[in-house]
């Protein structure tokens, strides 16, 4: 077994008074693919935010490479670039060029040589097929242009571990391919991921492990194929079965 | 060419005069700019605050100055401080001290507006990439609501330069009061007169605004976000 | 407008009043707002309000020089107090303010003397009077209001002190109201009413200018006068004023005064009904 990158022990969240993760534990090697799947406000993406330091916890730990996350710590920010998110809504910098987006963080933040990050920039948008488009500004591209480039400003940090929060759930249809086959290209180099996804497919193709949450707790964990075609749990049975139809066709009425 | 009453305006000393009740009301609204935009920053920063006395207390001045209007305050600037405290300011000095506080109380909405016009997801991107709460603000948010602020402040400019013709109601003699006395200094020799200063009054207030409408046009193309 | 100003003013008052509260009554103790003769001396400036852009009583020249009837005699009561005058711009709806905050020492701005001002600011010795005037067409002058026929209207300014002795003294008289001095006088030329009622400065200066028309009865009900105003209370300086008045009695001043500013106006004819000299109203 590889190293462990990421440990989540036993975390509690809470908003009020409502328990959104009640107890949850994992591990994330490096090199591993893992795909978070449940229905709507299961705490999905609550637990994505609590990893990123978004949200703070009120139990339990979230540990990277042996460092403990917390909001409130001052070396937070080291602890983040070690961290890359991509958010469901289009969040790239309106007042920044597609290159400017990309490198602005790298500049600034990690203080690297603007020179080499720019040429790293540009190698990675040409891996997502947006070279001509660095000079570009966010509102001349397409949604699923948009989440390619904010994909890229996550890699272009270089960072251990990356997260994306359902980054296909606002695009149009047709532009959720051109994504999805980015994120497969980076799963297939070796990067280590957190996926949040309602495409049921894709994330059988891409996951090592697949993890299904409902309320607040893990309710099944395991392997792509045994998880899709002999989910263990009623519950688990019953959300896959929302992504079936039925043929209707020939039916009597 | 029918008679604009023209001749009038090249009476004398009347155009250096009106060009004079120009730099009187220039004066006075520019000064007023050049204080209120960055008080007006502070307080509209200070109003998206989390705290409920400031933003109760700042709530209430920004009423309080929008509900009156101008001419109430200018009364109760230059005479009213005299009557209550004995204090004797000019009128000038009245009139800027007014524009002052219209123009902060308004500048620090537009600020407040497009502070929590920017979506909470900047934020939350800029931190996911490492940004600090100072950097945040510096690369990512003060920016944006400078962009979306350009247009807007500018329009505030140009209105508070027009709002300038009150001031002749407490004696501060403007670029429209010394159009008035020419016109009625002439009325038996010109009666057209009115006419013809009322346009040059026209074209001295465009000449003043124009530029900046045009900067506010150009800043907003090429920054639309 | 006046309308709109008297509201404003009475919001500035009220919010004054509210904002000082007791205070005000310590600033009285304490001090005067006005200057006595002796402080405006010493200073070696008078403060006058004067009207700008009321052409022929106040207004300013093409050379930025102040003018008029009213102007002339300020320059004279300055040079005979031996102290510098400096003009200060008012408007009619401003005049009582300036003096209540001591803002000018005197105003001489065509300042009509009612007892409600009078409460309010002391006035000085008459320089002029002022009635209401009626002009009419020369087809049918109207040179009386006693035989007034039923049909007929007369045209008068809404606010006007004529549309408020018109309806106080004669309430038969059918009143046509026009908001500004343009609609009235259009009114006039068209013959929607048979005379228009106004100060008489105003009319004797219309018919002057405009030929066909007549001011058939040039004074119409109480005389009112003009006189020059200082802060309740100015004792010293409202002294000093009418000392002035009576003394400039002898030299004619005020003629000559009428003669240098008001004759291109209102000509020879109502020298007399018009002026008011050494403070003696006939």
């Known amino acids: ?253 | 060419m029918p008679d604009l009453g023209l001749d009038v305006l090249l009476k004398g000393k009347n155009l250096a005069r009106l060009l004079g009740g120009l730099g009187v009301a220039m004066r006075i609204s520019m000064i007023a700019v050049v204080i209120s935009i960055p008080l007006g920053i502070i307080l509209g920063a200070l109003m998206t605050w989390k705290n409920p006395v400031i933003k109760a207390i700042l709530r209430v001045y920004l009423e309080v100055i929008r509900i009156m209007p101008q001419m109430v305050l200018l009364f109760l600037f230059y005479f009213g401080t005299t009557r209550a405290f004995g204090i004797d300011i000019s009128g000038e000095m009245a009139s800027i001290v007014v524009f002052t506080l219209w123009g902060t109380a308004e500048m620090s909405d537009l600020v407040r507006g497009a502070l929590i016009a920017i979506p909470v997801h900047q934020y939350e991107s800029a931190e996911a990439l490492g940004f600090n709460r100072m950097q945040t603000y510096r690369y990512i948010i003060i920016p944006q609501t400078v962009r979306r602020l350009i247009p807007l402040s500018i329009n505030l400019i140009t209105r508070m330069i027009k709002t300038t013709s009150l001031i002749l109601m407490i004696g501060v003699v403007e670029v429209l009061k010394v159009g008035q006395q020419i016109i009625e200094a002439n009325r038996m020799v010109s009666p057209n007169a009115a006419f013809g200063i009322y346009l040059a009054i026209f074209m001295l207030y465009f000449f003043a605004c124009w530029p900046i409408s045009m900067l506010a046009r150009y800043l907003e193309n090429r920054w639309r976000v | ?282």
């Open chain 1, 1 to 253: 077994m590889k190293d462990i990158l990421l440990k989540v022990d036993n975390i509690i969240k809470r908003f009020d008074n409502n328990t959104v993760l009640n107890g949850i534990s994992f591990d994330v090697h490096k090199g591993e693919v893992i795909v978070v799947v449940g229905p709507s406000g299961c705490g999905k993406s609550t637990l994505l935010r609590c990893i990123n330091a978004l949200e703070p916890i009120q139990g339990g730990s979230i540990t990277l490479e042996g460092e403990t996350i917390n909001p409130a710590d001052k070396n937070l920010t080291a602890l983040r670039q070690k961290v890359g998110m991509v958010f469901q809504s289009y969040d790239l910098f309106p007042h920044l060029s597609v290159l400017r987006n990309i490198t602005i963080a790298p500049e600034k933040v990690q203080k690297r040589n603007p020179k080499e990050v720019e040429k790293e920039a540009l190698a990675l948008l040409e891996r997502v097929g947006l070279r001509d488009r660095a000079n570009s500004f966010p509102r001349e591209l397409s949604g699923g242009q948009k989440q390619r480039v904010a994909i890229v400003r996550a890699l272009c940090m270089n960072p251990d571990l990356l997260l994306f929060d359902e980054v296909t759930a606002a695009l149009d249809p047709e532009m959720v391919r051109e994504v999805l086959d980015v994120m497969l290209n980076l799963a297939a180099s070796g990067r280590t991921m957190i996926i949040v996804t309602h495409e049921m497919q894709f994330a059988k193709a891409i996951a090592d492990r697949v993890i299904f949450l409902d309320a607040g707790q893990i309710v099944e964990e395991g392997d792509p194929i045994s998880f899709f075609e002999h989910p263990q749990t009623d519950r688990a049975q019953k959300f896959l079965n929302t992504f079936e139809f039925e043929s209707v066709k020939n039916h009597e009425k």
């Open chain 3, 1 to 282: 407008m006046k309308r709109i100003v008297t509201i404003i003013l009475t919001a500035v008052l009220a919010l004054a009043l509210a904002a000082c509260g007791s205070k005000s009554s310590d600033s009285s103790t304490t001090g005067t707002v006005y200057r006595t003769l002796d402080q405006i001396k010493e200073d070696g400036t008078i403060n006058i309000g004067v009207f700008s852009d009321k052409n022929p009583f106040g207004y300013v020249d093409e050379n930025g020089d102040y003018q008029g009837y009213d102007v002339y005699f300020a320059a004279r009561l300055a040079k005979d107090l031996g102290v510098k005058v400096n003009y200060v711009s008012t408007e009619a709806a401003n005049r009582i303010e300036y003096l209540q905050t001591g803002k000018v020492d005197v105003i001489l701005a065509n300042f009509t003397v009612t007892e409600e001002r009078a409460e309010e600011v002391d006035f000085a010795l008459p320089y002029m009077n002022v009635a209401l005037g009626v002009v009419s067409p020369d087809a049918n002058v109207i040179k009386s209001l006693d035989d007034w026929k039923a049909e007929d209207e007369m045209i008068v300014i809404s606010g006007t002190t004529a549309e408020t002795y018109l309806t106080a003294n004669y309430p038969d008289i059918k009143l046509q109201k026009y908001d500004t001095y343009a609609n009235a006088k259009n009114a006039l030329e068209n013959g929607n009413g048979v005379a228009w009622a106004n100060d008489n400065t105003e009319v004797i200066a219309f018919a002057l200018q405009n030929k066909g028309y007549t001011v058939g009865i040039p004074e119409l009900g109480s005389k009112d006068t003009i006189a020059p105003a200082v802060s309740k209370g100015n004792t010293t300086l409202l002294e000093a004023i009418n000392n002035e008045i009576k003394s400039l009695k002898d030299e004619k001043f005020f003629h000559k005064d009428y003669e240098a500013t008001l004759l291109d106006t209102y000509g020879k004819d109502y020298e007399e009904s018009l002026v008011v000299e050494g403070g003696e109203v006939k």
